[in-house]
């Protein structure tokens, strides 16, 4: 029997990200993914370590549940971390390895997380030709950069020891000195947090303080309409602007990122945000040697206040910024959320519920990791969305500075960050000597004190801002925001942050009686959506039970000409008339093509399918003059001639395309993930299918993994739809596995085999009271409905109907 996860406080930190996760748009928004170029990895060794790490730190075993006003931290026993592969032994020919393996890692790093189920954290083993890359991607949630340096550590030695003792290797003699838990740093930083005194120390720093940010400069018009993306950068800071930072540390007695971050604050004064403003620094948070160890999410993000002016000394502001981290050293420890939420209204409006710019120092993480004893060279972040205006993280390699700066597209344009990375050099190469005043220090960046002004979406047209039954919902908004809001109105837009959307919410219910779905609410948060969510569910019959769905009969691909052949085709498992477009499209232009889509209506057997069909044919003007199927659909075709001889009616020719034997499904096709997985990747294009894949053991994350996998390769693929197109292909093995036939068959067909064998062949012809015609195609299964194969199926239907008929 399984154990119950223990329920445990979030940190402050974890709230905020679950509320964040539950109202943005980009579900990937903080995603964290390491993306590692290895060499030769055994891929058993691989999942078997990572099965070791996940074991060992309860992070990445940690879901998250909404209790009442509260996010609670659930802790599994256990968690199924199968690592999932991808591999092509040779690159698809028009695509470049490199190209190729951006495109994959950018695609498996989107792939959202669902907050409420474990792990958190996946690792994909990914190899083109030659070229091998490892990709771990957590949800920042439950792990930071310094927690990823620790868990890719342990992922070493964990490879190491499963490669060296075998794979029943214990996590106890791997690592025998037990790990340090994470459970007890939410609590106590949720305790923490709310210390008056800690809490009024930021209060004091940030009175009258104003966020620093760049000028935005794209127009609405510009902008990617409803979503917000984001793009990368990685720069090399030059030798000159290096050494001058080590010698600014030097006289001012700092670390280099105080000097760093000195330059950040002076290109955006010198560019306009003048007075007294705030940037956004990512802190590890990590004070102590047994937090330095712990695998879990502990960073934090402080707003560090201060005014340059043009007299100061650059050395004035790197010497403030110095004594501004080591105050606030006591207290960064409060989450970013409890500081805002204690801020007065018009602090928070000056200072936003986000930092635009946001600063961190990695140091060193990321640089010197191995795995199965060869190097693991961290490559730049796949990540294509934006957590802010700009984010300007530091790393600090052997003999480099790198910054890796991720921006919003929806307001920077790439010339305007690199722009501000030229202005950064330049701040730092001209105050490597003293004695220079800030005025001196000439930049291109545009700033602004002060966020900047938000994109409101226009109403759609004919909708009123208020009215009618929406006037008392407007009414909580204004009590809670104190402020009047508008229908279309965006509730973070409008000045609102978490604690908020909580008391709206519990005032809404309270007045409406009903629930109201937060986690909905949150990916669109304006009135117009809470009223819909609050709103009776439509589409109920009048007694209260669901509404009836009916299907629309066959459909028609090709009308053809009056009197020419008819045509009438099955689907295959999990799919409808998508594998037959080529087909259809090769045969004569006076053929009538129709095809039995499943309409959903829940038909779990072969024999009810085919009879729901068959109906469906029967109340046409005439049967058709060939029926027939690919893979399971020629399996119903078969099944519904039995029905028309039980009927004693006669039974139009059967063209049955490779169709599976009643009752010998094999081990194979009984793998519904991987099956379905290969079908759709070949329907696709079988040029770019991978010729290693595996999924994990998880179906609802191996759907996503292959909506990734679409995504890389050929283009959109939407979760959702693969996620019902999958659930449809399952209902449909399952009734294949449980069909043992209809009985003989006294129609002429004709057996178009590619992966039957010899004795699939036999066995068919025995369901038929004479010899059906047969010929095999040199193929597989997938490729028999594309290219020269489905025109050739063309050529052999127009030719051989005459004759079947007969």
């Known amino acids: 029997m399984t154990s119950a996860p223990v329920e445990l406080p979030s940190s402050p930190a974890q709230e905020a990200l679950w509320w964040i996760q539950h109202r943005a748009e980009r579900k990937d928004l903080y995603n964290l993914t390491w993306r590692l170029r290895v060499t030769r990895l055994d891929p058993a060794v691989l999942a078997a370590a990572w099965q070791l790490v996940v074991d060992r730190h309860e992070a990445l075993r940690t879901s998250f549940a909404r209790r009442g006003d509260t996010v609670t931290q659930l802790v599994h026993p256990a968690a199924d971390a199968a690592p999932q592969e991808v591999g092509w032994s040779e690159p698809p020919a028009d695509r470049a390895p490199g190209a190729l393996l951006d495109d994959v890692a950018a695609r498996f790093h989107a792939t959202p997380f669902e907050l409420e189920s474990v792990p958190l954290a996946r690792l994909v083993h990914v190899t083109v030709g030659d070229v091998e890359e490892v990709l771990i991607t957590v949800h920042h949630a439950v792990l930071d950069g310094w927690a990823m340096q620790l868990v890719v550590d342990d992922l070493r030695v964990a490879y190491e020891a499963v490669r060296d003792r075998g794979p029943r290797v214990t996590g106890t003699e791997v690592f025998p000195e037990p790990a340090v838990p994470y459970r007890e740093f939410g609590s106590r930083e949720r305790i923490d947090a709310k210390a008056a005194g800690d809490r009024a120390f930021w209060s004091g720093r940030l009175r009258g303080a104003r966020a620093a940010a760049l000028v935005p400069d794209r127009s609405g018009s510009e902008r990617p309409p409803a979503r917000s993306s984001g793009a990368g950068l990685r720069h090399r800071l030059s030798d000159d602007a290096r050494a001058a930072v080590a010698q600014i540390a030097q006289r001012a007695g700092c670390t280099a990122f105080a000097v760093q971050l000195a330059a950040v604050r002076t290109v955006l004064a010198r560019g306009g945000a003048v007075g007294r403003t705030a940037l956004g620094v990512v802190v590890a948070n990590r004070l102590t040697p047994e937090d330095q160890r712990r695998v879990g ?64 120092h990695h140091g060193s993480i990321g640089s010197g990791l191995s ?91 004919g909708r009123a801002s208020s009215a009618g039954p929406d006037t008392g919902l407007l009414a909580h908004w204004r009590r809670v925001l104190g402020t009047a809001v508008g229908m279309d109105d965006d509730f973070f837009e409008a000045g609102g942050y978490s604690l908020q959307a909580l008391e709206l919410v519990a005032l809404v219910e309270a007045d409406t009686g009903r629930e109201l779905d937060v986690a909905e609410w949150l990916d669109e948060p304006t009135p117009r959506r809470m009223a819909q969510l609050l709103a009776p569910p439509a589409g109920r019959a009048p007694d209260g039970g669901p509404a009836a769905v009916r299907g629309d009969g066959p459909v028609t691909l090709r009308g053809g000409a009056p009197g020419g052949p008819h045509l009438h085709l099955v689907h295959g498992a ?35 399918m085919a009879e729901q069909y068959l109906e469906s044919l029967l109340g046409g003007e005439r049967l058709p003059d060939l029926l027939g199927g690919w893979s399971m659909g020629g399996l119903l075709a078969h099944a519904m001639a039995a029905g028309l001889r039980r009927r004693g009616l006669a039974c139009p020719p059967l063209l049955l395309l490779d169709p599976p034997v009643p009752g010998r499904l094999s081990d194979e096709d009984r793998d519904d993930l991987h099956a379905f997985a290969r079908g759709a990747l070949h329907a696709a294009d079988p040029a770019v299918r991978p010729d290693r894949l595996r999924l994990g053991r998880r179906a609802d994350r191996g759907i996503d993994t292959l909506a990734a996998l679409l995504r890389a390769t050929v283009g959109e693929a939407p979760s959702q739809a693969l996620h019902a197109r999958y659930g449809l292909h399952t209902r449909h093995v399952a009734a294949m596995a449980r069909y043992r036939g209809a009985g003989v068959v006294d129609a002429p067909a004709l057996l178009v085999a590619a992966e039957l064998t010899d004795d699939d062949v036999a066995r068919w012809r025995r369901l038929f009271t004479g010899e059906p015609s047969t010929v095999r195609l040199p193929t597989d299964h997938y490729a028999l409905l594309r290219g020269e194969h489905a025109r050739r199926l063309a050529r052999l239907a127009a030719t051989l109907l005459p004759a079947l008929a007969r």
């Not at 502001?317 to 959320?337: A, I, K, N």
């Not at 259809?584 to 779990?604: H, I, K, N, Q």
Request: net charge negative.
């Open 297 to 360: 999410y502990c960073a934090n993000a402080v707003l560090l206040a201060d005014e340059v002016s043009d007299d100061d000394g650059f050395d004035d502001v790197v010497v403030r910024t110095r004594d501004g981290l080591w105050e606030s050293l006591p207290y960064q420890h409060v989450g970013f959320s409890e500081v805002f939420a204690g801020l007065p209204a018009e602090d928070r409006a000056a200072l936003g519920s986000t930092p635009p710019v946001l600063v961190t």
């Open 371 to 461: 795995l199965g004893g060869g190097p693991a060279r961290l490559l730049p972040s796949p990540s294509t969305s934006a957590r802010c205006q700009l984010l300007v993280g530091i790393f600090e390699e052997a003999e480099h500075t790198v910054l890796e700066l991720e921006y919003d597209t929806d307001q920077l344009r790439e010339s305007t960050v690199r722009t501000f990375l030229r202005d950064l050099q330049h701040v730092l190469t001209a105050s490597a000597t003293p004695g220079g005043t800030v005025r001196g220090l000439s930049v291109a960046s545009r700033a602004v004190a002060g966020v900047p002004a938000p994109r409101r979406a226009a109403p759609a047209a």
């Open 574 to 608: 999990g799919v409808g008339r998508v594998p037959y477009r080529e087909l259809v499209d090769a045969l004569p232009a006076d053929w009538r093509v129709t095809v039995s889509e499943d309409d959903g209506t829940g038909a779990t057997t072969v024999e009810d």
